[in-house]
């Protein structure tokens, strides 16, 4: 239920214009700007959340917010500082534009424009773990867009700054429970369950930079599907079926026609239930989005990652060179996305109502790094280190090690999140009831439940590709003619060299795999695979010259 929104503040040099929006524990009011003359969004931490904790973690956001703001798709902080009436607040840039969840239920995006707008956030996110922070709330409704349409990523309310004075431990679910049961909300979990991995619901979540991979692809699945990946259209899509589902890997199949097998092989990649088979970076899925939008054709959109020379996907006909992507200082001017030209043929369905909330405020912090460039993801993986905040004691007081957890299911635990925001006697008759009945899902779901990987290989479902012919090579080309037995109408071929140097899929047009480069004497050898449904068959390894 919406609170109703608080009074702004008088601020010198802005005058009031309207209420903007309302977040857990502030709310953002439009303003003037004097001088400059501009309009501002203002973010206000509520009077009754002026707790040292909830301030730290304000000033926190804020300080995040501002090493971040130079990049484009990274909402801009101006000015922070406190009212006359004590409140601390922040002034942004205001994101005049729609935000991607109001878009989506407006109507699908068009698969360019999800592209663009993907590999976009890609950028804004690879940044952000390159610094050192985990947004860990990546959703539709934390992307605004600006005057130019372009996205901005908002709402690092979760993810906030270092704070020297608070020691470094990892936020567990227990503890979170634990603490809504006596009212408090200290070191409450963020959860926005249509978008969270897997992991966020394990009894002491560990996030790291693939888990906001997968979000990233939970968005912008959502934004083309017009509904959340894991909601089933007729089906109970409670808190628990959608963890359930998140779990199990159960992606609701995309129903539109027109989303390439490519684009929805990368995206569940990016959604794989396990972490090691989601891409290592927001900065390989922002790539692997950059080869699909080469694949059809489409101009390249840039990824904007500061100080970072980055060797660009090539097309399928290049043979590398001087088409590196070169990754600039953040300040790039490119073609403004257009407004939404959806092309869905699907009308947009109605996703659960409260899905865009996050479910609880989050008071959990990142230790953050220098900005070393990024290009070790591993790196940056394991210097992130996540850090709580206890709401209800002062900033600098160390925060408890919470109490020892019973065993219990991960859903057990879950169920526990979820009821013991509304009471603790709740909690503790769930999770006995989940235990009792070992945390079987009730629900079958349809639809694929397979582990979601660009890379997943289904020999009995898929037929291997077979050569129509013998390979000829021609100039330093070499043309492998090619078919598919039992072919279905959208079966596409694609091939990549055999060499384990050479991860790149291509996709294959007409009814042979063309190959550049052959050097006479060396052989060439290429794996050819069949795509349907977002699922690769075993490769077809064939050679010129034949063996
Ligand atoms: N820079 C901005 N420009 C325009 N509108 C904004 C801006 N920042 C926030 N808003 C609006 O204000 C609302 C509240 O934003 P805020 O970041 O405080 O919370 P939230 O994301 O809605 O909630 P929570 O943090 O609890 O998930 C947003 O939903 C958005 O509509």
Same mark, same amino acid.
């Given at each position: 239920?919406?609170?109703?929104?608080?009074?702004?503040?008088?601020?010198?040099?802005?005058?009031?214009?309207?209420?903007?929006?309302?977040?857990?524990?502030?709310?953002?009011?439009?303003?003037?700007?004097?001088?400059?003359?501009?309009?501002?969004?203002?973010? @206000?931490?509520?009077?009754?959340?002026?707790?040292?904790?909830?301030?730290?973690?304000? @000033?926190?956001?804020?300080?995040?917010?501002?090493?971040?703001?130079?990049?484009?798709?990274?909402?801009?902080?101006?000015?922070?500082?406190?009212?006359?009436?004590?409140?601390?607040?922040?002034?942004?840039?205001? +994101?005049?534009?729609?935000?991607?969840?109001?878009?989506?239920?407006?109507?699908?995006?068009?698969?360019?424009?999800?592209? %663009?707008?993907?590999?976009?956030?890609?950028?804004?996110?690879?940044?952000?773990?390159?610094?050192?922070?985990?947004?860990?709330?990546?959703?539709?409704?934390?992307?605004?867009?600006?005057?130019?349409?372009?996205?901005?990523?908002?709402?690092?309310?979760?993810?906030?700054?270092?704070?020297?004075?608070?020691?470094?431990?990892?936020?567990?679910?227990?503890?979170?429970?634990?603490?809504?049961?006596?009212?408090? $909300?200290?070191?409450?979990?963020?959860?926005?369950?249509?978008?969270?991995?897997?992991?966020?619901?394990?009894?002491? #979540?560990?996030?790291?930079?693939?888990?906001?991979?997968?979000?990233?692809?939970?968005?912008?699945?959502?934004?083309?599907?017009?509904?959340?990946?894991?909601?089933?259209?007729?089906?109970?899509?409670?808190?628990?079926?959608?963890?359930?589902?998140?779990? %199990?890997?159960?992606?609701?199949?995309?129903?539109?026609?027109?989303?390439?097998?490519?684009?929805?092989?990368?995206?569940?990649?990016?959604?794989?239930?396990?972490?090691?088979?989601?891409?290592?970076?927001?900065?390989?899925?922002? %790539?692997?989005?950059?080869?699909?939008?080469?694949?059809?054709?489409?101009?390249?959109?840039?990824?904007?990652?500061?100080?970072?020379?980055?060797?660009?996907?090539?097309? #399928?006909? !290049? $043979?590398?060179?001087?088409?590196?992507?070169?990754?600039?200082?953040?300040?790039?001017?490119?073609?403004?996305?257009?407004?939404?030209?959806?092309?869905?043929?699907?009308?947009?369905?109605?996703?659960?109502?409260?899905?865009?909330?996050?479910?609880?405020?989050?008071?959990?912090?990142?230790?953050?790094?220098?900005?070393?460039?990024?290009?070790?993801?591993?790196?940056?993986?394991?210097?992130?280190?996540?850090?709580?905040?206890?709401?209800?004691?002062?900033?600098?007081?160390?925060?408890?090690?919470?109490?020892?957890?019973?065993?219990?299911?991960?859903?057990?635990?879950?169920?526990?999140?979820?009821?013991?925001?509304?009471?603790?006697?709740?909690?503790?008759?769930? @999770?006995?009831? @989940?235990?009792?009945?070992?945390?079987?899902?009730?629900?079958? !779901?349809?639809?694929?439940?397979?582990?979601?990987?660009?890379?997943?290989?289904?020999?009995?479902?898929?037929?291997?590709?077979?050569?129509?012919? $013998?390979?000829?090579?021609?100039?330093?080309?070499?043309?492998?003619?090619?078919?598919? #037995?039992?072919?279905?109408?959208?079966?596409?071929?694609?091939?990549?060299?055999?060499?384990?140097?050479?991860?790149?899929?291509?996709?294959?047009?007409?009814?042979?795999?063309?190959? !550049?480069?052959?050097?006479?004497?060396?052989?060439? +050898?290429?794996?050819?695979?069949?795509?349907?449904?977002?699922?690769?068959?075993?490769?077809?390894?064939? +050679?010129?010259?034949?063996?």
């Amino acid at each position: 239920m919406r609170r109703t929104a608080s009074t702004p503040p008088e601020l010198r040099g802005y005058s009031y214009v309207r209420l903007l929006g309302s977040g857990g524990f502030s709310d953002v009011f439009l303003y003037d700007q004097q001088l400059p003359k501009r309009r501002v969004a203002v973010k @206000v931490l509520l009077l009754d959340e002026l707790t040292p904790a909830n301030r730290a973690a304000f @000033v926190a956001e804020a300080n995040l917010m501002a090493q971040l703001s130079a990049h484009p798709y990274i909402v801009t902080i101006y000015h922070a500082d406190v009212a006359d009436d004590d409140r601390p607040y922040f002034v942004m840039e205001y +994101c005049s534009g729609p935000s991607l969840a109001e878009r989506y239920k407006q109507a699908p995006l068009a698969v360019a424009d999800a592209l %663009r707008t993907g590999v976009r956030l890609s950028s804004a996110v690879h940044t952000a773990h390159g610094a050192g922070i985990l947004h860990r709330d990546i959703k539709p409704a934390n992307v605004l867009s600006n005057d130019y349409g372009w996205p901005a990523l908002t709402d690092f309310g979760i993810s906030s700054a270092v704070d020297d004075a608070i020691p470094a431990h990892t936020t567990t679910v227990a503890g979170a429970v634990a603490d809504t049961s006596t009212g408090g $909300t200290s070191g409450q979990v963020g959860l926005s369950v249509p978008w969270s991995p897997p992991e966020m619901f394990e009894d002491d #979540p560990n996030p790291d930079v693939r888990s906001d991979v997968f979000s990233l692809a939970a968005t912008i699945w959502t934004v083309l599907a017009g509904q959340t990946p894991f909601e089933v259209r007729g089906r109970s899509n409670g808190t628990l079926d959608l963890i359930g589902r998140i779990e %199990r890997g159960a992606i609701t199949p995309m129903d539109r026609t027109d989303i390439p097998r490519s684009l929805i092989a990368v995206l569940q990649k990016g959604m794989a239930t396990e972490r090691e088979d989601r891409f290592a970076t927001a900065l390989d899925f922002g %790539r692997a989005l950059q080869r699909v939008e080469m694949e059809l054709g489409y101009a390249r959109t840039e990824l904007e990652v500061p100080n970072l020379h980055l060797e660009a996907p090539q097309r #399928p006909a !290049d $043979t590398g060179g001087d088409d590196e992507t070169r990754v600039r200082q953040v300040a790039t001017i490119e073609a403004q996305p257009l407004p939404a030209a959806p092309s869905a043929p699907s009308p947009a369905p109605s996703p659960a109502p409260s899905a865009d909330e996050t479910r609880v405020r989050s008071s959990t912090t990142i230790q953050a790094q220098p900005a070393a460039p990024a290009a070790e993801p591993a790196a940056v993986a394991e210097q992130t280190v996540v850090r709580p905040r206890g709401a209800a004691a002062p900033a600098d007081a160390p925060v408890a090690e919470p109490a020892a957890a019973e065993p219990r299911s991960r859903r057990g635990v879950i169920v526990g999140i979820v009821v013991g925001v509304v009471a603790a006697i709740v909690v503790a008759a769930v @999770v006995v009831g @989940v235990v009792l009945f070992g945390g079987t899902p009730t629900e079958p !779901d349809p639809g694929p439940t397979t582990r979601p990987s660009a890379d997943a290989v289904v020999p009995q479902a898929l037929p291997v590709p077979e050569l129509s012919g $013998t390979p000829t090579a021609d100039a330093g080309t070499v043309t492998f003619p090619v078919m598919i #037995p039992d072919p279905e109408d959208d079966d596409q071929l694609v091939w990549k060299l055999d060499r384990a140097d050479e991860p790149q899929l291509h996709p294959v047009s007409g009814d042979a795999v063309v190959v !550049d480069g052959y050097v006479e004497g060396t052989p060439l +050898c290429v794996q050819i695979m069949v795509l349907r449904s977002g699922k690769t068959s075993e490769p077809l390894v064939t +050679c010129y010259p034949p063996a």
